[in-house]
């Protein structure tokens, strides 16, 4: 399989409070062979508050990093749902209004036409690099572990914006986990809100809103829960009332599957707060 090269766009979340899903993303892309180019002087792209405080503002700061990207000859892969949004919402918004574009430009001191397409890092692996390519790559098959795909609003709404995939019935991570030996359960809660960035002001919900898809996921059979957002796991995993479920990146089992080594895993599964430990030493994983 040729290599695959994107500009990536880690956000401020990976950079941070989500290191092990920028390390772990990168491991996993290389074990897929595909090239992952930070671009050069990125910005925060105004997730989760800059789009409402001002609407032109909420454009511009996609818009240079999409900018940039377009200058280097790149399409942007990024692993956060929330910067996936306002990606999409960005291209969708300056493809369709000229005149919006050309204030967008003036603002950012850039040029841009348009012409970058965005992709989440679950798109790259499960549909670009594809699951039977990933499938035949597996050296530790994650057999027996049950697991609750979470897909949360930002990836499959709206739909008409991202594009991504069945906005009630999302099923591209439950495909990746199949194709990486792991079980996928059905479950009611998927695309349920997690709460977002109310987990600053209104922990009250959140903790409502997070005791409800860990039940749900619970109460499916499944022992983890899997996100593609860093803004959902620290919700998830910092914020179950009740239960103490397990909450791992799809790029950390992706990567164990692929054979990453115990020096770059254990580094991952050692930052969460309800450790996934325990369950993949049970399975002989770890």
Same mark, same amino acid.
């Given at each position: 399989?040729?290599?695959?090269?994107?500009?990536?766009y880690?956000?401020?979340?990976l950079?941070?409070t989500?290191?092990?899903?920028?390390l772990s993303?990168?491991?996993?892309?290389?074990?897929?062979?595909?090239?992952?180019?930070e671009l050069?002087?990125?910005n925060c792209?105004?997730?989760?508050?800059g789009?409402?405080?001002?609407?032109?503002l909420?454009?511009?700061?996609?818009a240079?990093n999409?900018?940039i990207a377009?200058?280097a000859?790149l399409?942007?892969?990024?692993?956060?749902?929330a910067?996936y949004?306002r990606?999409?919402?960005?291209?969708?918004?300056?493809?369709?209004n000229?005149?919006?574009?050309k204030?967008?430009e003036?603002l950012?001191?850039?040029?841009y036409?348009?012409?970058?397409?965005?992709?989440?890092l679950?798109e790259v692996?499960?549909?670009?690099?594809?699951l039977?390519?990933?499938?035949?790559?597996?050296k530790k098959? *994650?057999? =027996? !572990?049950?697991l609750? @795909?979470y897909y949360?609003? +930002?990836?499959?709404?709206?739909?008409?914006?991202?594009?991504?995939?069945?906005?009630e019935?999302?099923?591209?991570?439950?495909?990746l986990?199949?194709?990486?030996?792991?079980d996928?359960v059905?479950?009611t809660h998927?695309?349920?809100?997690?709460?977002g960035?109310?987990?600053l002001g209104?922990?009250d919900?959140?903790?409502k809103?997070?005791?409800?898809?860990?039940?749900?996921?619970?109460?499916?059979?499944?022992?983890?829960?899997?996100?593609?957002c860093?803004l959902?796991?620290?919700?998830?995993?910092t914020?179950q009332?009740k239960?103490?479920v397990?909450?791992?990146?799809?790029?950390? *089992?992706? =990567? !164990?599957?692929?054979g @990453?080594?115990?020096k770059? +895993?254990?580094i991952?599964?050692k930052?969460?707060?309800?450790?996934p430990?325990?369950i993949?030493?049970?399975?002989?994983?770890i």
């Amino acid at each position: 399989m040729a290599k695959i090269k994107y500009g990536y766009y880690p956000g401020c979340s990976l950079e941070s409070t989500a290191k092990e899903y920028d390390l772990s993303m990168h491991v996993t892309a290389k074990l897929l062979d595909v090239d992952l180019a930070e671009l050069h002087d990125w910005n925060c792209c105004g997730a989760s508050s800059g789009h409402c405080t001002n609407y032109e503002l909420s454009l511009a700061l996609p818009a240079r990093n999409l900018a940039i990207a377009e200058k280097a000859g790149l399409n942007v892969a990024v692993a956060c749902a929330a910067c996936y949004l306002r990606f999409k919402q960005t291209n969708h918004d300056l493809k369709k209004n000229e005149a919006l574009r050309k204030k967008v430009e003036e603002l950012i001191e850039m040029p841009y036409k348009g012409n970058v397409e965005v992709k989440h890092l679950l798109e790259v692996f499960a549909r670009e690099v594809g699951l039977d390519e990933v499938k035949k790559r597996v050296k530790k098959p *994650l057999k =027996g !572990l049950k697991l609750a @795909a979470y897909y949360g609003c +930002y990836l499959v709404r709206p739909p008409d914006i991202t594009q991504f995939d069945n906005p009630e019935q999302p099923m591209l991570m439950d495909n990746l986990l199949a194709a990486i030996g792991a079980d996928p359960v059905d479950y009611t809660h998927k695309v349920e809100c997690c709460g977002g960035s109310l987990l600053l002001g209104r922990i009250d919900i959140v903790q409502k809103l997070v005791n409800d898809i860990c039940e749900a996921a619970l109460d499916a059979g499944a022992q983890a829960i899997v996100t593609a957002c860093p803004l959902c796991m620290a919700n998830l995993d910092t914020r179950q009332p009740k239960t103490k479920v397990p909450i791992i990146h799809f790029s950390e *089992l992706t =990567g !164990l599957a692929l054979g @990453a080594e115990p020096k770059q +895993y254990n580094i991952w599964l050692k930052k969460h707060i309800n450790s996934p430990i325990p369950i993949l030493k049970s399975k002989g994983l770890i």
